[in-house]
């Protein structure tokens, strides 16, 4: 039986690669970095030591940073909220979406997907819906 290759991004848009989950999440979590998607989303980092960065949390009102990011390990969590997760967990937190579409979302517009010459827009791709 054939093994359908292709991943749906949107209506009528469609990227043909393996349909292996883990080793996308795998590769993405190796590729892409977690504080780079802070700063495009407009969530402001700053050092705390040598492992780690911390920011106010961007899914509660705080005037003390919660928001702690782990860059070695591209990890985040939130002291308040006491939860955490990965890129992909922040990116389904931020958008409101499934882990599929937020996996779909990093891949394209961390470039590891080769989109030819489409173009998708910033709100699609994930890649600057910054908040101001």
């Keep these: 039986m054939a093994r359908d290759t292709s991943t749906r991004l949107s209506a009528g848009e469609q990227v043909q690669e ?3 989950r883990e080793l996308r999440v795998q590769e993405l979590r190796k590729n892409v970095s977690i504080t780079q998607l802070c700063a495009r989303r407009g969530i402001e980092l700053k050092p705390n030591g040598t492992a780690e960065m911390i920011g106010c ?3 509660h009102q705080n005037n003390e940073p919660s928001f702690r990011v782990l860059p070695a390990r591209n990890l985040w ?3 308040v909220c006491d939860q955490g997760g990965s890129i992909v ?3 389904m937190r931020l958008d409101n979406i499934g882990f599929n579409e937020a996996v779909d979302k990093l891949f394209v517009s961390s470039g590891l997907i080769n989109r030819g010459s489409a173009t998708v827009d910033a709100k699609q791709d994930g890649g600057s819906d910054d908040k101001k």
């Design 77 to 79: 969590e939130c002291r």
């Design 89 to 91: 967990g922040l990116l």
């Design 18 to 20: 393996p349909f292996d």
């Design 57 to 59: 949390c961007p899914f």
